[in-house]
């Protein structure tokens, strides 16, 4: 059992939620990377998940300083996760935040009443000076009805109004919607800094990415022998709108596909990026840590 700052200085705890565990995977921590040559970052993280053996997000922190990640971006889904990111953020020097509720949360507020209330906590939380990013929000059509998506639009919409309005980023979580996405964004007006998490598109979307100067954020799928569509569109994406995230402690990169993942494993998505892009891995990782600053500000 690790030892650390303990569980009372956040809001409901070290943890506020487990990651379902079907019994099928292996749960062993994977084995730390070398760091890169340069410090990176991940730009997008949920620390707040259990996921596994107890590693807390002053463990999970530890960890990535030592492989060479100075800094992360702790993502909020709900109310409850927001909140417990602006802390972390307010108190932990290599923590930055987001704040959103996701679009399979949304259905939920908008059932209940509250998705008004809720928005205007998102956007008191979005005004602090170390949440930059509103996020993560956006579209996700993969189990959502029609009455469902009608809330995710209202809720994706207010996001982006959000984050416009205190100039902060905006960090898209876009499954199955690309089209839906886009055509938002275009309509509404994107904010200066927008930001496809967790990038699932292909040639096409990165293009589009491309000609309006949005970025585009690597998981570990870009890690993935079979993931064509990443590899393409990483290839024609503008290499000054990458970034890299781990979405941990979802979407493990090769070669440790399922079991835990956290930040200190960003390193593994920079080489395989690399690699694939035919770059050196301290020039790339030079690169996509300087987006990083320039799309969130600076951790200091
Ligand atoms: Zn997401
Ligand atoms: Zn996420």
């Known amino acids: ?24 995977r292996d749960l062993s921590r994977p084995e730390a990377p070398a760091p ?33 990640v100075a800094g992360v971006i702790q993502v909020g889904g709900d109310v409850e996760s927001s909140e417990w990111s602006a802390a ?52 996700d059509f993969f189990r959502t009805g029609e009455e469902g998506q009608r809330a995710q639009h209202a809720s994706f919409e207010a996001h982006i109004e959000i984050a416009k309005r205190h100039g902060i980023a905006l960090q898209i979580h876009d499954r199955d919607a690309h089209d839906a996405v886009v055509e938002t964004l275009l309509r509404v007006g994107a904010p200066e800094t927008t930001v496809f998490h967790c990038f699932s598109g292909d040639e ?31 290839a024609v994406a503008d290499r000054s709108r990458i970034l890299v995230e781990t979405d941990a402690p979802f979407l493990t990169p090769a070669p440790f596909r399922g079991r835990p993942n956290s930040p200190y494993l960003t390193p593994l998505t920079v080489r395989s990026m690399a690699e694939r892009l035919s770059v050196d891995a301290d020039e790339l990782a030079a690169e996509t840590a300087a987006n990083t600053v320039r799309a969130y500000g600076s951790w200091d």
């Open 88 to 139: 972390l953020a307010r108190q932990d020097a290599r923590v930055l935040a987001a704040v959103a509720l996701h679009p399979n949360e949304a259905p939920g507020y908008a059932e209940a009443g509250t998705l008004d209330e809720a928005l205007a906590r998102i956007d008191a939380l979005a005004a602090e000076p170390r949440v930059r990013a509103v996020g993560e929000t956006g579209l």
């Open 1 to 24: 059992m690790p030892e650390g700052p303990g569980a009372t200085a956040l809001p409901g705890g070290e943890y506020i939620r487990e990651r379902f565990d079907d019994g099928k």
């Open 204 to 234: 096409r979307l990165a293009r589009i990415a491309a000609e309006h100067g949005w970025y585009l954020s690597f998981a570990g799928t870009v890690t993935f022998s079979n993931a064509r569509n990443l590899h393409a569109a990483l």
């Open 36 to 68: 890169l040559g340069v410090p990176i970052y991940d730009n997008h993280t949920h620390l707040e998940i259990k996921d596994g053996d107890d590693f807390p997000y002053w463990a999970a922190l530890d960890a990535a300083e030592r492989a060479g």
